[in-house]
């Protein structure tokens, strides 16, 4: 039985610890070659702590 607490325990902590890590969020625009101004770009991402691909 203390294993199967052992093994559940790992797991569990494994996917804690997975969770933690900081992920930063993503915003795609679909525009056309050119209409992504990186003088706007550039502080609306810290602004709004965001990535901004433009694709």
């Known amino acids: ?3 199967r607490r052992l093994i ?3 797991i ?6 997975g ?5 930063t969020e993503t915003l795609s ?3 056309w ?3 992504a ?3 706007f770009l550039q502080p ?3 602004t709004h702590h965001c990535k901004v691909a433009a694709v």
């Open 37 to 39: 101004d990186p003088s």
């Open 29 to 31: 625009l679909l525009v």
């Open 1 to 3: 039985m203390s294993r």
């Open 44 to 46: 609306f991402e810290q």
């Open 8 to 10: 559940f325990g790992t």
């Open 12 to 17: 569990l902590l494994a996917s804690l610890l």
């Open 33 to 35: 070659e050119g209409y």
């Open 19 to 23: 969770a933690c890590k900081a992920k």
